[in-house]
């Protein structure tokens, strides 16, 4: 071969390693709150300084990612042979601190002329995307996350915390009526994965950057971690007490807490909390930590009232007292004289009754085969005035050593309760929806073949009586109004008992 003493011509392009990022953040996608370091090298060196670039995405029309928005060109420096570095800020692309998703493209020029790249424009692939879903990255994409706050900019205390039993909802001030609630200190909206459809697509830690263009929203955000960095519990007594080992991780943003014997009064707890970013605040790029601040008033647990009119009453209570014993409730100075109940069980009326004596205010004991009053039967009580008889009603507790409550009913009439475990206030709204304390009958003898059910109205001194709804599906009972005409299907009303037929033996569990 004749030797000409020519450099063959270089055609081929350099190759560039994949680009490493370093943010802030921990493991998954590469993440940042302020500034993010893309370092890259290539396997031959550079005619000239490479330049990165960083745009935002954006979302286009059908569900697809593009870079469309602000571009930032940060400077590229080098770190050795054949190797540089950019650092692109929060600030390069727009002057202002911006939350999103970056796509980053690198060029590289050798000395023949031959360009490499690195990144992808399009980075993914125009896959479509219909439902509110993490976007699906093209092999080869570049891209990386902007968060600059905690929890979407959001602190106020019923965003974040929520408290059960919560007697008063919706308010600053949470209460509640006893003396172990359960806090629930929520970062995020329950999604179980970002690649999944999320049930409550509105803000929280893991939807600070969501893209939205017509119908189609793209959840970029897949950094929705929290850690509870502090929690500080004061009490009425304003002694402060550490309880961070206390709260436990429910999920990647969710926390609970289940504090015991409470006292009386007004209780804070204050927590600080860190995002997968490192976010401590809620401020855009603040290093302040926020403090997450719920007040709870604990209050003594009201007593449930059953209204007595005067006459017959045939009442109820929905869930297990405090006290049986039938002279403790109603006490020697109450009017009612006379107590009675079916025992569905073994076929007897129990009563208790009492004398006046004419010329004072004192009035005997109840006295007869009925001694306790309780949740598993309905009474008839007899009172020549108004009155209100209340029963404390302690909240189930778990671990208790009982069975949930059964209602025994044999073939024919039986006398039942309206047992709730919810304990709702008795209440005749003007729809079942509206109201309280109610309950559609379908519903609550579900359980049994039953053909009617009757309560007994002193006002309208007649019975109210509600048969199975078989035109329409359940949950359509109407509330009887407190006078005028009694509707085709009332609903059962708590703190009622109910006469009820049915055509074989059963079990109501309320």
């Given at each position: ?50 330049t ?20 930032a ?43 490499a ?24 994409a ?72 017509s ?15 502090s ?29 015991s ?78 107590v009675?109940t079916y ?16 010329d ?15 949740a ?12 209100t ?7 189930a507790s ?12 044999y ?27 109610m309950v ?18 002193p ?14 599906t ?13 509707p ?9 008992g109910?006469?009820?037929?049915v ?8």
């Open positions: 071969m004749l030797f000409t003493g020519k450099t063959p011509a270089d055609g081929l392009a350099p190759v560039i390693a994949a680009p490493t990022l370093t943010g802030t953040g921990a493991s998954g996608q590469a993440v940042s709150n302020g500034s993010m370091t893309v370092a890259f090298s290539s396997g031959e060196a550079a005619a000239t300084t490479p990165v670039t960083g745009t935002y995405l954006t979302a286009v029309s059908g569900g697809n990612l593009t870079a469309g928005g602000s571009v060109t940060p400077t590229v420096t080098s770190t050795g042979t054949n190797a540089w570095e950019a650092i692109i800020k929060t600030t390069t692309a727009t002057g202002t601190s911006k939350a999103g998703l970056v796509n980053v493209r690198i060029s590289l020029t050798d000395a023949a002329g031959n360009t790249t690195a990144g992808i424009a399009d980075p993914d692939s125009t896959t479509a995307l219909t439902t509110t879903l993490a976007p699906v990255f093209a092999t080869g570049v891209v990386f996350e902007f968060d600059n706050r905690l929890n979407e900019g959001v602190n106020t205390a019923t965003s974040i915390f929520t408290i059960s039993p919560d007697t008063a909802p919706s308010t600053d001030v949470f209460s509640s009526d006893t003396a172990s609630p359960y806090v629930t200190i929520d970062f995020g909206n329950h999604a179980t994965s970002q690649n999944t459809t999320d049930v409550a697509a509105t803000g929280g830690e893991d939807k600070e950057y969501t893209l939205t263009n119908s189609t929203t793209i959840e970029t955000d897949t950094h929705g971690g929290v850690e509870i960095t929690a500080t519990w004061v009490d009425p007594d304003a002694v402060s007490t550490d309880v961070l080992a206390d709260v436990a991780s429910a999920d990647l943003n969710t926390f609970v807490w289940a504090p014997s409470l006292a009386v009064g007004t209780h804070t707890l204050t927590v600080q909390a860190k995002d997968d970013a490192g976010n401590v605040s809620t401020a855009v790029g603040s290093t302040t930590p926020t403090s997450f601040k719920m007040t709870i008033k604990i209050t003594a647990r009201a007593d449930y009232s059953v209204a007595i009119k005067p006459g017959s009453n045939l009442i109820s209570i929905p869930a297990k007292p405090s006290e049986t014993d039938i002279n403790t409730i109603i006490d020697s100075d109450s009017p009612i004289d006379f009675m025992d569905n069980d073994t076929g007897l009326w129990l009563v208790a009754s009492r004398d006046t004596d004419a004072s205010d004192t009035f005997d004991t109840l006295t007869g085969n009925l001694s306790t009053i309780d598993g039967h309905a009474y008839w009580v007899n009172s020549d005035r108004f009155l008889l209340k029963f404390a009603i302690p909240r778990a671990g208790e050593a009982s069975f949930p409550a059964i209602i025994n009913v073939e024919g009439w039986n006398l039942v309760p309206i047992g709730d475990p919810a304990q709702a206030a008795p209440s005749r709204g003007t729809t079942l929806a509206a109201s309280t304390g559609d009958p379908d519903v609550y003898f579900s359980g049994v073949t039953w053909s009617a059910a009757s309560t007994f109205d006002a309208r001194n007649a019975y109210v009586k509600t048969t199975p709804d078989v035109t329409t359940s949950g359509t009972c109407v509330p009887t109004p407190l006078g005028g005409t009694v085709t299907h009332p609903c059962l009303e708590n703190g009622l109910y006469f009820v037929y055509t074989k033996d059963g079990v109501i569990i309320p």
